[in-house]
């Protein structure tokens, strides 16, 4: 059975959910045709994804490889939504994203460490344990003493996200809300699907912004592997248009 059917299925865009995601998938074909840019790097992000985990055998440390997989699921997921307009729910996932590529790197060759965090849920002390160990602050410690400047990188776009979406926060709100005013009343309107625009311009960028964050994070966890395939060449020349 095809996974891309050449028609739709019975009764598809004749209800309201249906709808919506036919219209989703619209903006996506949309934002693919006319920023295609912002596509070439998104495709030449995903490729430097693809070449880093594809087939890799025995990666020291290997923790970390299963976390970056994760991320760049998130990322392609990220990239999914924006493409069709869920601007404001994009954010939670990069945000997801950028987590995922941190934890990797937290945990890193600590098998130790792994193990605590596999058994987080094994016990309420268990759980405690993890939660002290793994906050922002230790995580953010670690990265500043590997590199200031990908510490730096990696913390305003964390704040980013959390002010544009990743936690319900003014600045998402208002990216993302119609005023209008009528004579005697003011209608509220929730923008589900954004067009093309400002808001989809500085999310397309920002999207590309936290992928390249990540696979700098990356690179402080598998620099021979980067530096050796190209991938880290690849990545600082997609790196200087952002």
Not at 113 to 120: C, S
């Amino acid at each position: 059975m095809s996974s891309c059917p050449a028609i739709p299925p019975p009764g598809w865009a004749q209800d309201t959910l249906s709808t919506y995601l036919e219209e989703f998938r619209g903006n996506q074909w949309a934002t693919f045709h006319n920023k295609r840019p912002e596509m070439r790097d998104f495709i030449a992000i995903d490729n430097l994804f693809d070449r880093l985990l594809r087939g890799a055998k025995d990666p020291k440390p290997m923790m970390p490889a299963i976390f970056l997989l994760r991320a760049h699921s998130a990322y392609r997921t990220a990239v999914s939504m924006v493409l069709g307009g869920q601007l404001y729910e994009a954010q939670a996932i990069l945000r997801l994203c950028l987590e995922h590529a941190s934890y990797g790197f937290f945990i890193g060759g600590d098998q130790a460490r792994w193990i605590r965090w596999m058994k987080r849920n094994d016990s309420a002390s268990a759980k405690d344990k993890v939660r002290k160990e793994f906050t922002p602050g230790a995580i953010m410690h670690a990265l500043r003493k590997a590199d200031a400047g990908i510490a730096g990188n990696f913390e305003f776009l964390y704040e980013r996200l959390i002010d544009f979406g990743a936690h319900p926060n003014e600045a998402g709100f208002s990216m993302s809300t119609l005023l209008t005013e009528k004579p005697g009343e003011t209608h509220i309107s929730a923008v589900y699907l954004h067009g093309d625009g400002v808001p989809l311009d500085f999310a397309l960028k920002t999207t590309a912004q936290v992928a390249l964050c990540v696979l700098q994070v990356t690179y402080l966890i598998y620099p021979v592997r980067m530096d050796l395939s190209g991938i880290r060449h690849d990545l600082d020349q997609i790196a200087r248009r952002y």
